[in-house]
């Protein structure tokens, strides 16, 4: 499955101990992401749907 994919992709990198979403579909994935990876801290920045826009925006 896609998520079986993503999680054995993020699993072979060393030292994570932190996954921040952002994107439309970061409403979306948050609950399965937080559930797949219990042992790191998920966050789900404000507003992920224009979290890009804001960055650009400020840089």
């Given amino acids: 499955s896609l998520a079986e994919s993503i999680r054995q ?3 072979t990198f060393s030292g994570m101990n932190r996954i921040y979403l952002t994107g ?3 409403e979306l994935i948050y609950p399965h992401i ?3 990876f219990p042992n790191l801290k998920v966050n789900k920045v404000d507003e992920p749907q ?3 826009v804001k960055a650009m ?3």
Avoid: C, P, T
């Fill in 9 to 11: 992709e993020i699993s």
């Fill in 24 to 26: 439309g579909g970061a």
């Fill in 34 to 36: 937080k559930q797949y």
């Fill in 50 to 52: 224009f979290a890009l």
């Fill in 57 to 59: 925006v400020h840089a």
